[in-house]
Every structure is written in C-alpha cells, then in structure tokens.
C-alpha cells in the first residue's frame, strides 16, 4: 500500500538550503519538509569557516568580492549572478542575525580573498546556523517536518513536477505537492576520501537527472587542500581560515612551497593550493603548522583543535599536521535560473545540489552558505508569488520497499575507488573512458530498479552521479578550475 499526502509545498533537505527556504514560505503557506536522516545531519552542521560578505566597507567592497569570486572561477561564473550574490550578502547576514546567530567582531580571511570578509562563529558557524534554523522550523506550524524519510525519485508528468515518492519504515510514500523544492546537498560520498557527510550521496541531482532535468558543471568537483590526513570518512577539514590566522604549509624538508605554484602562495584559491599539494605529496608528506606556537588559536579554533588532538594527539598551535586533498563541494549541479528555478515545472534546487553559476569552474571559500542563504530567499519569494493549485494527478508508482537485504557496501566501495583514482584530482582522457565504462558496468549489480530501501538508494545514487561527473569530464577536454586533465 503507497501512503499519500498532500501539500502545497514539499521542500526535501534539512540544510542550510532546505531549512532557509522552508522557513521563508512557511510565513504564509502549508509546507512539509522532509529530510533523509535527524534535522541536524547534513554538510551546513560542519561548516567552519563561515560566509563570505562584504561587512566593513571602509576596507573592502562588492567590487572585490566580485573580482576574488570571478578569478577563482576562472571567469566562466556568471556575473550577473555573481553581483546579485555578493550585493544581497549584508542583507543575509541581517537575515541570519534576527534568527539570533550571534556572529564573532573579527572577520576571517580565506583563501582567494583580497580581504577579511568571512562572517563566523568562532569554527563552528555552520553548527550555530543549523541549530538555530532548525529552533525556528520547530516552532512554525505551518511546516510539517518528516524526518528518517527518503527521497526516492520525482513525480513527474509532461515535464511537470507533482512531487516525489519517498521510502519511509519500510513504506512507498507519495507526496503530492504544488511545488517542490531539492535541497539535498553535495556528492562528496561518491569518493573514497571526503569531508563530507554519509548523507552527501547526491540523491537530488540524480533524481533530477532521471527525469531528465538539466544539470551543469558536474565535472567541477572541487577538492579541499587541507584535509588531516586520517583513513577514515568524512575527514577533518582543518579550516581555510587557518592559514588566514597565519599557519602555513610546508613540505618534510620545512619547506613553503606555495609560492613555486602561485605568487598568492598558502592563500592561493582551492583549486591551485590542492594541485600543488598533490604534487608535493609525491616526495613526500605535506603539514600545515602554526610556526610562533600560537596558543590563541585553541580559543579562536576549538573545534578543529580539539578534533586533532582527540585523533592525532597532535596540537594545533605547534605541531606539523599532516594534510590531504580530500573531496569537498560540487560547484555544479541542477542548472537553476535566478530563482532557483530549474528545467522542470514547479521544480527549485537550492543550495550545493543547484548549479546557479555563481562559483564557474572553482568555488571561492565561504561562497557556498551565502549562495544557499541568497537562493533560498530568491526561490521562497518566487514560490510565495507564483504557487499555484498543480492538479492532483495519478502517476503509476512502481516501487516496492525491499524486504532482502543485498549487501551493497562492497559495490558502493568500489565506485569510491573508481572515482578517487579515475575521476579525481587529475584526470586523463584514457582513465575517464574506463571510468565510465567501469560504472556502467556495476549498473548491472544492482536490484531490479523497482526495489528500493536506503542501502540501495544511495548506491543507484552514486552511481548515477558517478557517471554524470565523468562524463561531463570527458567532454570538457581542457584543464580549468577544479577540472584537471592531462
Ligand atoms: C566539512 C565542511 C566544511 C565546510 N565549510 C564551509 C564554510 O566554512 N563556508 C561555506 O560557505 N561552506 C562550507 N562548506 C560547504 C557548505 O557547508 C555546504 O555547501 C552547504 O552547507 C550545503 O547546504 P545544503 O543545504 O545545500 O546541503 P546540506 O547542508 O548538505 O543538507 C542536505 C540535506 O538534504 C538531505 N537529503 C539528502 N538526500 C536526501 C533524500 N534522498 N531524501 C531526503 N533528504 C535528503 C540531507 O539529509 C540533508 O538534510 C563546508 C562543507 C563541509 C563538508
């Protein structure tokens, strides 16, 4: 038996993206939110840094939050989108404010910045942030939250969305919905090596694949330099705003190499400190180290610190931590408009799974929270406006809950493994060619498509992103931004 329910607006994802946006349209109109794991599990939770906007206009500027957003993109951004994003940042900031996080005085400066503009909370600003949207979504009864319920695929018609079908305790539910919202986050768990969270498994941009929705840019996956190098998932990201603090990276011999790589050398953008790092590591480890013994940085940091010295034993304000580029944020995805709008009828993406084309071919630090705050107001004020009454409509569902187990781990795994060494940091043609014909392959492993539970949701999934990024690396032939091929 397939439960129904009915909505006006469904939003899927309880991120940054999902919750901003659930919160905006539920000042007027009955929503329901559903998330695949508790509230708090998502990528938001992790975020360290903060968001970038320009604060103190003495010293800086939208112009130059502009250029620093262009050049890391390698100018294939869209400046259009990328002025809108960096004019409205004040205005999110505010947003952010009156939902009571408190921001730091100081502002953090990261790489591929001209200035100190990163708001935050000590290195805990995404925690603050999902807490308290989260406080605000609880309280407002207009929103009707689903939790441990996942997002299988679409409903769609004629290219117009009706909703989507979830799997919940063992249960094919259907959500009937005038509009639906995709917030469901990046990809990161489609690599071996990630900072990102087991929920990261890119479920919105494959489901909006398989119904034929526009995507963009999925060969920019854009991989962190300075991940403390551990064999264990997600990795702890070790903060860009470190080296704004000062620490610098360096090689075994005590070396600072950056500067051979880029005359902006430790504060290079993502795309050129993770190249140089890959090629350091060839000789051997590469440390990130504060060299003053800098003891205010346990106070400024004590996340990150703490993190380090529980798993390494290491401190943070002394000691060379080693570092690896590890796989982070997906600077494409569901193609939007200035909405949130994407190819589909009654369909949005917000957040890390839409391509708005703010970030182009490398995503500038702290870009991507203010891009998910900026498109959640965009689409909640396109939604409130143009929702209108999409007729209830029956769609032939054809999912069974899975009663077997089938034990999917080890193909999950190896996907991982394809995509870290075929479709990773560097690229060739030869390697992306045998990728895809590698997943293609597993393709014929998986259950029959009508069976469906998590396990085997998410390794469709990955999958399917899988070969979206490859293929689009294949045919991008060119080295640019996060996209590295000899
Ligand atoms: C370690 C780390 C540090 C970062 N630091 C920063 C930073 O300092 N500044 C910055 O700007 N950015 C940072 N980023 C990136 C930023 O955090 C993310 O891009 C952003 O939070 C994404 O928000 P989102 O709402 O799109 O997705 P998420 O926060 O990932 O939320 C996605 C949601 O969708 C749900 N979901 C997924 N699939 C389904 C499904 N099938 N059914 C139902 N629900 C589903 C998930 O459970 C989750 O609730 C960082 C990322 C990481 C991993």
């Known amino acids: 038996m397939i439960k129904n ?17 659930a919160l905006l349209i539920g000042k007027n109109k009955k929503i329901t939110l559903v998330t695949k794991s508790s509230l708090s599990q998502t990528a938001t939770r992790l975020a360290q ?51 009571h996080i408190h921001f730091d005085e100081s502002l953090h400066l990261e790489g591929g910045h001209s200035h100190h503009r990163v708001a935050h909370v000590k290195d805990m600003t995404g925690k603050i942030i999902e807490d308290k949207l989260i406080q605000a979504v609880r309280k407002n009864k207009n929103i009707q939250i689903y939790e441990h319920m996942l997002a299988i695929d679409l409903l769609s018609k004629s290219n117009i969305c009706h909703g989507a079908t979830f799997f919940k305790d063992n249960n ?20 071996l090596h990630t900072t990102n969270p087991s929920v990261a498994t890119g479920d919105g941009i494959a489901m909006a694949s398989r119904a034929e929705v526009g995507t963009e840019g999925m060969e920019f996956v854009q991989f962190h330099p300075t991940a403390l190098e551990e064999r264990k998932t997600p990795q702890l990201l070790l903060s860009e705003a470190l080296r704004g603090a000062d620490a610098h990276i360096l090689n075994a011999k005590g070396e600072h190499f950056m500067k051979k790589y880029d005359v902006r050398g430790d504060l290079s953008p993502r795309d050129i400190v993770t190249k140089a790092i890959f090629e350091e590591l060839k000789k051997g480890q590469v440390y990130l180290q504060f060299e003053m013994n800098k ?15 529980q798993k390494t034993g290491l401190d943070l304000a002394k000691d060379m931590i080693p570092i ?13 408009n200035s909405h949130g709008v994407t190819s589909m009828k009654h369909l949005y ?24 705050a900026v498109f959640a107001v965009k689409t909640a004020e396109f939604v409130l406006k143009n929702c209108t009454k999409n007729k209830a409509i029956k769609i032939a569902i054809q999912l069974t809950a899975a009663t077997q187990t089938y034990k999917l781990k080890s193909l999950r795994k190896k996907i991982q493994i394809i995509m870290w060494e075929k479709v990773g940091i560097l690229r060739t043609t030869e390697g992306l060619k045998t990728a895809i014909q590698e997943l293609a392959s597993i393709r014929n492993l998986l259950p029959p498509p009508h069976f469906i539970n998590r396990e085997i949701s998410d390794t469709k999934n990955l999958l399917e992103i899988g070969l979206l990024i490859a293929k689009a690396a294949l045919a991008r032939k060119k080295s640019i931004g996060c996209h590295w091929q000899v």
């Open 5 to 21: 329910i009915q909505t006006d607006v469904l939003v899927i994802g309880s991120g940054i993206g999902g919750l901003l946006t």
């Open 49 to 99: 840094g903060g968001i970038a906007a320009v604060q103190n206009f003495k010293q800086d500027s939208f112009r130059e939050h502009e250029a620093d957003t262009m050049k890391a993109g390698h100018s294939i951004n869209k400046p259009k989108i990328v002025k809108e994003v960096v004019e409205m940042g004040p205005e999110i900031i505010a947003l952010l404010k009156s939902l």
């Open 172 to 191: 094919i539910v259907a959500i009937q919905a005038n509009e639906t919202v995709l917030a469901t986050g990046g990809i990161g768990q489609a690599y």
């Open 295 to 309: 003891k205010s940085i346990h106070k400024d940091f004590p996340t990150i610190s703490a993190a380090i010295k």
């Open 324 to 336: 690896t580029p590890v796989a982070h944020y997906l600077c494409g995805g569901i193609k939007t």
């Open 349 to 372: 993406a917000v957040g890390e799974c839409a391509s708005t084309g703010l970030h182009g071919a490398n995503r500038l630090a702290s870009n991507s929270l203010l891009e998910a």
